[in-house]
């Protein structure tokens, strides 16, 4: 049985907040929820999709307002995940817009040569900033894209062109709504007849009045069930650009007269670093998704600690919350959204230091943090909307919506699944190495030991890793993606298992630093419960390789049970610690069920 003290403790909400957004708060956090806890940003019943897509880029405005210097922003990891998880939960689409104007326009023009290029227009959102490089036919294999944009040694500039129908550029968003815009357009640099790979050139698709720009072809595209942005398909008929359009750096620069010179030999590596942004924006999406899911589980929470119903006796009534069946779900999510912000913050500060040489490392452990978190907010994001029974179809109530939305950031910057099996790959062939196994035999530990349960998710980790391994290399495969095929299925449960360990270690680590025993017995607590379900769901496995004894496999059971029992009366401090801010929640119709002005009149 798990031995705990919690039901004797009581942590304060703002340590918890200050184990989750750290002590820089009030310079990343605090200015975003008062912004978007403003009036401006309330939900507006009844606005039809166009409306609301309007509504958001005048909101954008209004994130560009606070923002003292924007070109310093979209050069700082930190402030721009931070801004991503407070934006998605009020505005879905001007997230989405922020995350491409911020992070994939002004970054791209910020790392590559530009200090002769006048970006005041964009610094003050003259002109909003875009992004344009997958195409209708190449997604995740946006490499082998087919635009193209010759040097014209004739005018010193290059003609852009979209070849055929299938090469526009898919789905931007590049219509005029929101005011005139500016991309970075992601094509083939071709210079007599040399194809010397991917590059980035800024490119005019409005005039000043929105008018497309001769020789562009903008169609905007069917609404979507994610968040409402103008999404087009764009085209670009022999369009003259000059010569400054192109962006330049160490990874490829081309004179006047057009000598090319490159500090990369594979137009692969100059594609990469072309659209590096796109890593950063993997970071912003896991962002995204973790504001949603903890907003969503605060007021799933909440709600279920207002509403009554039927206890087990006639005539007595109790909170929902008080049901196992209801909140044992939820609490199990709450442990996966603090091992996910915790996660979170740990990649964030690992990509802010990156040597050089930390890079390939660094890009490939945020692919698989934003697959898994994005992945699990779905998961949460739907049980809270459950939970919360018809009043979480409510847009008003804040989860619906956003778990809708949240589908957007499963694709964007890369499917979830091409992005695993891509690191998948990579771990296999020498990119990670299994955690070494602990010395300490199963019948000497204890579940109730917290460093058990986090070594049994390196077991799992590395059980997953031996078996795709051995996959990889045994048996004769017809070809190599039979015998990748083989491989890929073992290979994703090890990407699975790496980022569930790798989350968990974030919680450990911060339960170890925990500055009170309070806190510490608290997230302890919930390390276990978020490491218990991962042990369950792979026991067969561990007891197969002798890492946990039979008995210690029916211990799980009553282990899971009696820290949900430690943690359920702990659940309002623990969303509390999420720190969602009492104005956002007093928006919310279901909150105040009670109240005649939470009905919208007819």
Request: charge should be negative; hydrophobic fraction near 40%.
């Amino acid at each position: 049985m798990i031995d705990t003290q919690l039901s004797r403790l009581q942590p304060l909400p703002d340590e918890l907040a200050t184990v989750l957004f750290g002590t820089r708060a009030a310079t990343f956090h605090h200015p975003w929820m008062r912004l978007f806890s403003s009036v401006p940003f309330s939900y507006q019943e009844g606005l039809t999709d166009e409306a609301r897509i309007q509504q958001s880029y005048e909101r954008l405005r209004l994130v560009n307002n606070a923002i003292d210097d924007p070109l310093a922003f979209a050069g700082d990891p930190a402030a721009l995940s931070a801004m991503h998880e407070w934006a998605g939960v009020v505005d879905a689409g001007m997230a989405t817009c922020a995350s491409i104007h911020y992070n994939l326009f002004l970054g791209s023009l910020l790392e590559h040569d530009h200090d002769d290029r006048d970006l005041t227009e964009y610094v003050q959102m003259a002109r909003v900033g875009t992004f344009l490089c997958t195409e209708l036919a190449h997604g995740n294999d946006a490499a082998q894209m087919e635009t193209t944009c010759t040097f014209d040694r004739d005018t010193g500039g290059f003609v852009l062109n979209t070849p055929r129908p299938d090469a526009c550029k898919w789905m931007p968003n590049t219509s005029p709504v929101g005011g005139p815009k500016d991309a970075v357009v992601a094509a083939r640099l071709l210079v007599d007849d040399r194809d010397l790979g991917v590059f980035l050139f800024l490119t005019p698709l409005h005039d000043a009045h929105g008018t497309p720009t001769p020789g562009i072809e903008i169609h905007r595209l069917p609404q979507t069930a994610s968040s409402p942005v103008d999404h087009c398909s764009t085209s670009f008929h022999h369009l003259q650009l000059p010569y400054t359009a192109l962006l330049q750096g160490d990874h490829g620069r081309l004179t006047r007269d057009g000598h090319f010179t490159s500090s990369l030999g594979s137009p692969r590596k100059r594609f990469l670093r072309s659209i590096g942004r796109v890593t950063m924006g993997k970071l912003c999406m896991s962002a995204y998704s973790l504001g949603t899911t903890r907003h969503a589980l605060t007021v799933a929470i909440r709600h279920a600690h207002n509403r009554r119903t039927s206890g087990m006796t006639s005539g007595h009534k109790v909170p929902l919350f008080a049901h196992r069946s209801h909140h044992a779900p939820l609490l199990e999510a709450t442990a996966t959204a603090y091992a996910a912000t915790l996660l979170q913050r740990s990649v964030t500060q690992q990509w802010t230091d990156a040597a050089d040489s930390d890079l390939e490392q660094c890009e490939r452990l945020i692919a698989v943090t934003k697959g898994w978190i994005t992945w699990q907010a779905r998961a949460i994001m739907t049980e809270c909307r459950e939970r919360c029974g018809a009043q979480g179809l409510i847009l008003a109530n804040g989860i619906a919506g956003q778990l809708a939305a949240n589908e957007g950031t499963i694709t964007a910057e890369g499917d979830n699944k091409v992005i695993w099996v891509k690191a998948a790959g990579e771990m296999l062939l020498g990119g990670s190495t299994p955690q070494p196994v602990s010395d300490i035999p199963p019948e000497q530990r204890s579940l109730n030991d917290p460093q058990y349960p986090q070594d049994l998710l390196a077991d799992i980790e590395r059980i997953w890793h031996e078996r795709a391994r051995a996959r990889l290399r045994t048996g004769r495969a017809p070809s190599p993606l039979a015998r990748w095929n083989t491989t890929v299925t073992p290979a994703l449960q090890l990407v699975d298992a790496h980022a569930h360990r790798l989350a968990g270690q974030a919680l450990s680590h911060s339960a170890d630093q925990a500055g009170t025993a309070q806190t510490r017995q608290l997230l302890t607590d919930l390390h276990r419960l978020f490491a218990f379900r991962q042990i369950t769901a792979h026991s067969g496995d561990l007891l197969a390789q002798g890492r946990i004894t039979a008995d210690q496999v029916q211990q799980l059971p009553d282990a899971i049970d009696n820290v949900i029992a430690a943690l359920e009366p702990h659940a309002l401090t623990l969303i509390e610690g999420f720190d969602v801010p009492e104005e956002l929640l007093d928006n919310h119709p279901m909150l105040h069920a009670d109240s005649p002005t939470a009905l919208v009149p007819a």
